[in-house]
């Protein structure tokens, strides 16, 4: 259920005189507080932005004596989201962030048929100092990793830090490092891969890599070492799409271990390996989920004013099938 209570915040600018021609976007996400750019371009295409009381565009270029109109809906946090005493893997927190270690197999917010058993619930158990600058189902909220990636992520306790950070994550300057295990061995050891990333039309949950469609994409890899039929790979997110990484490896025939959306858990079978057909099907028994992990993470401290990076351990079912792989 969803509480009845709705509220919303309404703010009014006038653009001044003298004032350069700007992107509507763009002014709005300098005016208002704790703003970044998509969720002002998101209130725009909704129709919450008024200049001289009609709707309008993003990349409208205002002029001095605009009248702005601004209408923010505050949703109120669903009901049936309840606080679970559910272990954490903080590997850092200060007055203003956490870094979790987020496992395989944890959601990271409610949404339907997932209100339970998720990174949230736990959140809201630890503390009550969760941002709220989010959707009220993501308090704290400000980057997400699939529910079967494994590793790192912030969860802010302000406003004002998740703003800052939010502009890092938009301005691609968060370093962000995966280690995968994919099929294969690479003909270049290192590379970046180009694809845009869009929305399956034959499957609405999936991503699909695409040439025109869609939005951009990139990817950084490197190969770390190298088994009979796999490679352990680091890899580095310039951009940050749904399913980004599982798609560009997926995209280049070097599917992620174990990965049972993206071709993963498919194999063909090499005439050179005796046994392989069972040696594969005993890892995949290793791992049910794709063999991704969110390892490092950099990121610019907005308030000590420093660049902090933490690590964190390949969890125990990838380390198992790394080990594997390397007595095989």
């Keep these: 259920m969803m509480s009845n209570l709705k509220t919303e915040k309404k703010l009014s600018f006038i653009v001044p005189p003298g004032k350069k021609k700007e992107r509507i976007d763009f002014f709005l996400t300098h005016s208002i507080e704790y ?18 009381g009609n709707p309008t565009k993003q990349n409208y270029k205002l002029r001095p004596g605009d009248e702005i109109d601004v209408t923010i809906p505050i949703k109120p946090r669903p009901e049936n989201i309840e606080p679970e005493d559910i272990p954490l893997n903080i590997i850092y927190e200060d007055e203003y962030f956490l870094i979790i270690n987020k496992p395989p197999g944890m959601v990271v917010h409610p949404a339907t048929g997932n209100y339970k058993g998720t990174l949230v619930n ?30 790192l992520l912030i969860v802010v306790k302000d406003e004002t830090t998740h703003s800052l950070l939010a502009k890092q994550f938009a301005q691609h300057t968060i370093e962000r490092e995966y280690w995968a295990v994919a099929w294969g061995l690479f003909k270049e050891k290192e590379g970046e891969i180009n694809f845009n990333i869009t929305r399956s039309k034959s499957d609405r949950k999936k991503f699909t890599s695409s040439l025109s469609e869609g939005k951009t994409a990139t990817t950084f890899y490197s190969v770390i070492e190298e088994f009979e039929f796999s490679s352990l790979v680091k890899l580095n997110l310039k951009t940050g799409r749904t399913h980004q990484i599982r798609v560009h490896l997926s995209a280049i025939n070097h599917p992620i271990f174990g990965d049972p959306v993206y071709g993963g858990r498919n194999f063909v079978f090499i005439l050179n390996q005796p046994n392989f057909k069972s040696k594969v099907e005993n890892l995949l028994k290793i791992i049910p989920r794709q063999a991704l992990h969110a390892k490092t993470l950099g990121i610019f401290h907005p308030h000590k004013r420093e660049i902090l990076r933490f ?7 990838m380390q198992m099938l790394i080990n594997k792989l390397r007595t095989e």
């Excluded at 750019?37 to 001289?52: P, Y």
């Excluded at 959140?123 to 494994?150: A, C, F, M």
């Design 35 to 52: 703003a970044t750019r998509t969720k002002v371009q998101n209130l725009i295409e909704a129709g919450f932005v008024l200049v001289n």
């Design 122 to 151: 736990a959140l809201l158990n630890y503390t009550k100092n969760l941002s709220q600058l989010n959707e009220p189902e993501k308090p704290g909220i400000v980057h997400r990793i699939d529910k079967d990636t494994s590793g």
């Design 311 to 317: 690590d964190s351990q390949l969890p125990d079912d």
